[in-house]
Structures are given as structure tokens and as C-alpha cells.
């Protein structure tokens, strides 16, 4: 490939389409309790969730459970690892 294609997909290595979504979520890391955030985008490998600074303090490879809020019934409860950190958030990768 040339030109501005090959430079897109070395740049965008992601595996899985992105979907904007703005949800509520609860993040619970042992050690440091359960905070709930909103998410910006899902796919089907993952979640970006959206912190204030301070809010929540993960490292990459960290494992958190995370939960969606706000359905008819109660979601399950997700086992998840840190895959992106950045200063708004934290990408997030469905462990297994």
C-alpha cells in the first residue's frame, strides 16, 4: 500500500470499530473502592471510560471490575484490564 492509506492503518492498529456511548459505569479496583464514570466510546474488544484527575489511579496491565449502571436490571460484572491511559481516561480491554 501507498500513500495516506498505509500511514492509516499503521497509525490505527485497533482491532474493533468504536462506538460513541456515553454510559454510566462503576469501576471497582481492590485497594482503591469503586468510583462511578462515564464512558465515551465501547466496542466489542472493550471501553474508554472518562475520569476526572484523581479520580481513579490505574496503571496499564491493572484488572478492574466494571459494572454498567442505569439498566431495568442489574448488568453483570465484568473483569477487565488497562490497556491505554491517557489524561482524560482509561481505555479498557474485556479480559479472557
Not at 1 to 21: F, I, P, Q, Y
Not at 36 to 64: K, N, Q
Request: hydrophobic content about 35%; proline content about 4%.
Amino acid at each position: 500500500m501507498t500513500g495516506s492509506n498505509a500511514k492509516s492503518m499503521t497509525a490505527d492498529r485497533r482491532e474493533h470499530l468504536r462506538t460513541s456511548m456515553t454510559t454510566k459505569v462503576s469501576v471497582e479496583q481492590p485497594g482503591q473502592g469503586r468510583v462511578v464514570v462515564p464512558t465515551r466510546d465501547i466496542s466489542d474488544g472493550g471501553v474508554f471510560i472518562l475520569v476526572s484527575e484523581g479520580e481513579l489511579r490505574l496503571e496499564l496491565g491493572d484488572v478492574v471490575n466494571v459494572q454498567v449502571q442505569g439498566l431495568p436490571g442489574e448488568a453483570p460484572v465484568l473483569e477487565m484490564v488497562v490497556v491505554r491511559k491517557c489524561s482524560d481516561g482509561y481505555g479498557l480491554k474485556f479480559a479472557g
